[in-house]
């Protein structure tokens, strides 16, 4: 804006021709949106003079704020020039507007390049401390940078890696904007050049760049910078423009020119740039500028989280999910292989319990056990005699070397886990299997998860199994064929068992022998036997001399250096000693507890042939314990043509259970015992119960009165008290286990065959097997056949008699049988009236028979004789049926009238 005044020509004569120009202008301040506070640009007047006119001019503000705030102080610039004129001097007063601008300053932090990037918040300065560092080291001072350049406010940007510097000028008439900002450009350049400014975290310089456009300044969490940046554009721009007007941020590798879109008026294209702090530059400098009439805007390219292999193996499911899964497998092989084995051995040699340590079991029987009393094991007290042969014959068993498995039968509640436990007790190297707790696993995840804790096998990783099965699954419906990755339960569980195998093995001292037979492993046990004696002999006798000693000792050395020379043959032993304690001992503990069940099947199956490698190799012993006479049937198929170690227990003895009893109780404070014990019977956990009862206070009736309540409540439950869902599941009806009770109740074991062919039964003997199943019932064999019939625990007797002592239920029941077979007999008494009727229709009406004759032929007379004589016989029977029914039926009403 130009305001021109005319002056006489005599007046301009004395005096200097002048002209002043004077710049008055408001300021205007952008409000950060960085800062929580508005920040104003502040602009020093170089020389401030009065006026007699002045002009406020506003010019467009050129921040990054929308909101414009005007400054309470306002700067003049007052320049002076001549001017001349043919006819006369004019004085010019020119008005200057204040302009803005930014610099953006790159490699001023760390690039974010994620959410996990933790640079972001460890390297981040403050506010005042980013100011002062651009207006004392990145930017020139003031007084060297021209066009009266003052600093306004700094603008971070910590994700792209840099900051804005806003900055205003004075232009003057004789530059344009570009000529005066291309110089503020360069003046800031030359400084960060001559200076060297490193940043210490990548070690590259700070380069600074004139911004020319209006960038978008966002702190979205998705998009992070990227060597890579889309130019949107409306106008005409070719490949050459771009270049030149990209160049400078720095190294190009390509630029990509996207096509065009149909009736789409934004045209698109890529630069690739060698380094992303150049893409960041180019971004945060050129979004929105407009070149020769072209605005633009520049994003980051959001590229596809993969590459070229990545693409490769999606795209070949066939091919790369097996390898994925060889090189899934290769890692477990090499790496958790290894510690599953160290820490399933650490298991079966107790390497991690202080309880077995030596010296702490010599300090605790010397410190405590000198103090207190040791607990009498009530499996070695003296009355139990009928073990005492049972657990030597074990103990006899586990000297030699492994060859067959040793079966431990008996009722539940026999005692049979606690007798094995206390034989191997001072086994050294041993491994318990409690397959109660497998077979009750609800699913597959859950019984290989309780086996896995039971064996010490760690780490498991169950989840990886579901996580397989539904990649198996997916692959499948997207190629139609099946990957391989699902695990089956089987092959699971065989490769925990493989597993323990190999840890049983370097723990066993014959781990190496499969090729020996078992005489040739006899004679080193026996040899390693003789030679503990010999060595037990020499330490404690005291009249042992040294040289006995040191003659001995060479003697060893003489056989070792026999052994090493035996080294060298094939087939040859490599230890001269196996200790049989040490020979591991493998318990499977209830074993086939349960015949049905989802899994139950494999598993028992799974285990008995691991143990037949085990047992063939001569690696381990394997005793297995179990209440059902038929586990023998899997094992033999595991191991055929072998004779097992057999070992069935059985009830005690009165006698010995009297002693049993007063083993744990004072004799003298209870003298008269012998009733309740004989009909608790010689169940080892009944009589366990027993004493706690009596020890917590209760008398001795009241104790056998508790007990045989419950057993009654037992019989019921399990063999009457069940809906027709539940008959269905089970193998008998009420009425078969009604007769079988009374027959149990005399106090003889049962006939089995002849409750075999009762009418209820029908000849049918898989009543008898559930019936043994739930233990209401015991089966006693003889010569490999069912033989009798026992109750399933002595109490059981009692609680039969119990159970018929009530008048009301036994008149229900024999009611219940009497119908039935009352039906029975009908059912046969229809059926021989039907045949005699078709026997009738064979004789005419003239009395002769269709075979010819009058006569009645023998054939049809004898088989008439026997249809009568049945009638007969189901006659008496329903008569008699009847007879019981009616007398049930008195005695149910005569009950109901006493109530």
């Given at each position: 804006?130009y ?26 301040a952008?409000s950060w ?6 920040r ?12 007699t ?36 001097a ?14 953006y ?23 005042k ?11 020139p001072?003031?007084?060297a ?13 910590l ?5 804005f ?7 003057p008439s ?63 721009l070719?490949?050459e ?16 020119m ?7 008026p ?14 960041t ?17 520049v ?8 590459n ?19 090189i ?8 958790f292989d290894p ?7 650490a ?10 340590y ?8 010397e ?7 040791a ?7 003296t009355?139990?005699r009928?073990r ?14 492994p ?5 431990i039968?008996?009722p ?5 886990t ?5 034989v ?6 041993k ?12 699913s ?8 896995a ?10 989840f990886?199994?579901?996580i ?6 997916a ?26 195998t ?12 499969s ?23 020499l ?23 026999k052994?090493k ?46 143990a ?59 003298p ?8 608790i ?18 008398t ?24 027709s869902t ?45 019936m ?7 089966i006693?064999?003889?010569n490999g ?10 109490i059981?007797?009692a ?17 219940e049988?009497a ?7 009908m ?30 032929p ?29 007398e ?11 109530v």
């Amino acid at each position: 804006m130009y305001r021109v005044t005319t002056r006489s020509s005599s007046a301009l004569l004395g005096i200097r021709r002048q002209q002043t120009i004077v710049a008055q202008t408001t300021l205007v301040a952008p409000s950060w949106s960085w800062s929580t506070t508005m920040r104003t640009l502040k602009a020093s007047p170089i020389a401030t003079t009065s006026t007699t006119a002045a002009t406020t001019i506003n010019t467009p503000r050129a921040s990054l704020s929308t909101q414009a705030i005007p400054l309470l102080r306002t700067t003049k610039v007052k320049t002076t020039a001549r001017k001349y004129t043919s006819q006369s001097a004019v004085q010019v007063e020119e008005e200057l507007p204040l302009q803005y601008g930014m610099l953006y300053f790159d490699n001023a932090y760390p690039l974010k390049m994620g959410w996990w990037d933790i640079r972001y918040s460890l390297l981040r300065p403050g506010w005042k401390q980013l100011e002062r560092k651009a207006k004392t080291e990145l930017v020139p001072p003031e007084n060297a940078m021209p066009f009266h350049f003052k600093i306004g406010g700094i603008e971070p940007r910590l994700k792209d890696g840099g900051m804005f510097v806003h900055f205003s000028y004075v232009r003057p008439s004789s530059y344009t904007t570009r000529e005066a900002l291309k110089e503020i450009e360069s003046r800031c350049e030359q400084h960060l050049i001559s200076h060297d400014h490193y940043m210490w975290f990548n070690f590259q310089k700070v380069r600074a760049f004139l911004v020319k456009g209006s960038p978008f300044l966002e702190d979205m969490a998705s998009r992070y910078p990227n060597s890579k940046i889309r130019i949107e554009y409306t106008g005409e721009l070719n490949v050459e423009a771009i270049y030149s007007l990209f160049r400078k941020y720095g190294k190009i590798v390509d630029i990509v020119m996207i096509p065009p879109v149909k009736d789409m008026p934004v045209k698109q294209a890529i630069v690739n740039y060698s380094f992303m702090r150049a893409a960041t530059s180019a971004k945060s400098c050129l979004h929105g500028a407009e070149i020769n009439g072209v605005k633009m805007s520049v994003t980051y390219e959001r590229t596809l989280q993969g590459n070229v292999i990545w693409t490769w193996l999606t795209n070949h499911p066939r091919l790369s999910v097996p390898f994925g899964g060889a090189i899934i497998a290769g890692v477990s092989l090499l790496i958790f292989d290894p510690i599953r084995e160290f820490s399933m051995h650490a298991k079966i040699t107790q390497l991690f319990n202080v309880n077995e340590y030596p010296i702490l079991k010599w300090l605790r029987k010397e410190t405590i056990g000198r103090l207190t009393r040791a607990p009498v094991d009530s499996l070695q007290a003296t009355g139990w005699r009928e073990r005492e042969h049972d657990e030597e014959k074990l103990r006899s068993w586990l000297r030699v070397p492994p060859e067959s498995f040793a079966i431990i039968y008996g009722p539940r509640g026999a005692g049979k886990t606690e007798m094995v436990d206390y034989v191997i007790r001072n086994k050294k190297n041993k491994v318990i299997i409690r397959c109660e707790e497998l077979a009750n696993a609800r699913s597959e995840g859950e019984l290989l998860t309780n086996l896995a804790k039971q064996i010490g096998y760690i780490p498991l990783f169950q989840f990886m199994s579901t996580i397989n099965n539904m990649l198996d699954m997916a692959i499948t419906a997207t190629t139609g064929q099946r990957a391989g990755l699902s695990a089956t339960f089987e092959g699971q569980l065989k490769k925990i068992l493989d597993t323990l195998t190999a840890a049983i093995q370097e723990a066993s001292p014959t781990r190496d022998m499969s090729n020996f037979s078992i005489e040739a492993i006899m004679k080193k046990i026996e040899a390693t036997l003789e030679e503990k004696a010999r060595r037990e002999e020499l330490a404690k006798g005291n009249s042992c001399s040294s040289s006995m000693l040191t003659q001995s000792l060479e003697s060893r050395h003489r056989e070792t250096k026999k052994l090493k020379k035996k080294k060298k043959k094939k087939n040859q032993e490599a230890a001269m000693w196996i200790d049989p304690d040490e020979i591991p001992v493998i318990v499977i503990d209830g074993y086939m507890s349960r015949e049905k069940g989802p899994h139950a099947k494999e598993l028992w199956t799974h285990l008995a042939d691991w143990a037949a490698v085990l047992v063939e190799n001569h690696i381990a012993h394997v005793v297995f314990i179990s209440n059902n006479v038929s586990a023998s049937k899997p094992l033999a198929k595991a191991l055929p043509n072998m004779t097992f170690e057999t070992i069935m227990l059985a009830d005690a003895t009165l006698e010995s259970s009297l002693e049993f009893v007063y083993k744990h109780l004072d004799s003298e404070e209870y003298p008269d015992l012998i009733q309740p014990i004989r009909t608790i019977g010689g169940r080892l956990t009944d009589l366990e119960l027993f004493v706690q009862k009596i020890k917590s206070g209760i008398t001795p009736e009241d104790a056998l009165h508790d007990i045989l309540s419950r057993a009654v409540v037992e019989v019921r439950k399990s063999a009457f008290d069940f809906d027709s869902t539940d008959g269905r599941t089970l193998g008998w009806t009420p009425m078969q286990f009604w007769v079988v009770m009374k027959q149990l109740v005399s106090g003889e074991p049962a006939n089995f065959n002849e409750l075999k062919i009762h009418p209820l039964f029908k000849n049918d003997e898989s009543p008898f097997g559930a019936m043994e199943q739930v233990e209401l019932i015991s089966i006693v064999h003889k010569n490999g056949r069912p033989f009798a019939l026992r109750p399933g625990k002595p109490i059981y007797r009692a609680a039969f008699q119990e159970i018929l002592s009530d008048a009301g239920f036994r008149a229900v029941m024999d009611l219940e049988a009497a119908n039935y077979l009352e039906k029975e007999e009908m059912v046969k008494v229809a059926k021989y009236e039907a045949e005699l009727k078709d026997l009738s229709s064979l004789l005419h009406k003239d009395g002769s028979w269709i075979f010819g004759g009058y006569k009645v032929p023998k054939e049809v007379d004898t088989r008439v004789k026997w249809l009568m004589k049945k009638l007969a016989e189901s006659h008496a029977k329903i008569e008699k049926y009847e007879h019981e029914a009616s007398e049930a039926k008195k005695a149910v009403a005569s009950l109901s009238l006493t109530v």
